[in-house]
């Protein structure tokens, strides 16, 4: 049971079996119920069920976060959204971590068979089993910021919205997002005509860092009335800021770009060479900033009391 969002913490720390999910589930469905809020479990693609707050038929936003549990790393899932080149840098290292013991098992089992086809099939076995192992593998039990802190917040801000409010707002945890967006892919496909005008914020990775940037689209930056809503959450602290990224290299890989008015929201560090996110994949994700919930449940509520976008 829930008594706070902030337990989801400590009661539910990994959501990656069908059981701790479903366990999820339940305690966000009962809590959800208690706070007033219509709560439908939806079935998506390879076994994803999306948990639903509210109505999405009538809503004008979004409020979203993925619950899955990502599966352990040796290396971080370094993201440096607004910097091309060490983007790049570490995506052909990550790459190469996957080809080259893969090659030489490869190399090892062509060479022993004295058979290069087997050798081959050996590779692309050893690849396939790596791939799995990212994306299915043992569960990382450490996930404070990846994303037990975009669900705390998306709870926090549907338990704080005011009732008079509550129309205005749908408010969806998706599942597997891990695996490749599916759950917010499977969304999409059942709710397509409602989704294609409403603003979504995305919560993904947003309890470690003092610089909370919001990634909206190429729609929602040629759209005034929805960067209006925007322009309403920035806002600067002596230790923390929420700023919009508009210019310049800029991708943020989550949920919100399954949306054509997606906007990612995700709190970053900052060092020489720019904005990046670390230690998420792995046993040091152990960090989630209350400050950071409490920054974006008073500025997405504030942006979405207002009535910028009709």
């Not at 998306?154 to 008079?164: G, R």
């Not at 129309?167 to 059942?190: H, N, P, Q, R």
């Amino acid at each position: 049971m829930l008594l706070h969002p902030m337990d989801v913490l400590t009661q539910f720390p990994v959501r990656k079996t069908n059981g701790q999910k479903q366990a999820f589930r339940d305690a966000v469905q009962f809590y959800g119920e208690k706070l007033g809020y219509p709560v439908t479990v939806e079935k998506g693609r390879f076994g994803a069920r999306n948990l639903l707050l509210g109505n999405p038929e009538t809503a004008k936003y979004l409020v979203t976060a993925h619950y899955d549990t990502c599966a352990n790393m040796l290396l971080p899932n370094l993201i440096t959204p607004c910097n091309f080149l060490p983007f790049l840098l570490y995506q052909i290292l990550l790459t190469l971590c996957m080809l080259v013991p893969a090659a030489l098992v490869g190399i090892f089992a062509g060479v022993i068979a004295q058979q290069p086809q087997l050798g081959e099939l050996a590779f692309l076995i050893t690849l396939f089993a790596v791939l799995l192992l990212m994306m299915y593998g043992p569960a990382n039990q450490h996930n404070a910021n990846d994303n037990t802190s975009g669900v705390v917040t998306l709870l926090e801000i549907a338990k704080t919205l005011p009732k008079t409010q509550r129309d205005k707002v749908s408010f969806v945890l998706f599942d597997l997002e891990e695996a490749g967006l599916i759950g917010s892919s499977s969304y999409y496909s059942k709710h397509k005509r409602e989704s294609r005008n409403q603003l979504v914020w995305n919560l993904d990775c947003v309890g470690e860092g003092d610089h909370i940037v919001f990634f909206p689209s190429k729609k929602v930056r040629k759209d005034g009335r929805k960067m209006q809503v925007l322009r309403k959450c920035i806002t600067h602290l002596p230790t923390k800021e929420i700023t919009i990224r508009l210019k310049g290299f800029s991708f943020y890989p989550s949920d919100q770009a399954n949306f054509p008015y997606g906007v990612g929201i995700a709190a970053l560090k900052k060092c020489k060479m720019g904005l990046y996110l670390d230690r998420i994949h792995t046993s040091k994700d152990t960090v989630l900033d209350e400050t950071n919930v409490n920054i974006l449940r008073a500025a997405i509520i504030s942006a979405i009391t207002c009535d910028g976008v009709q």
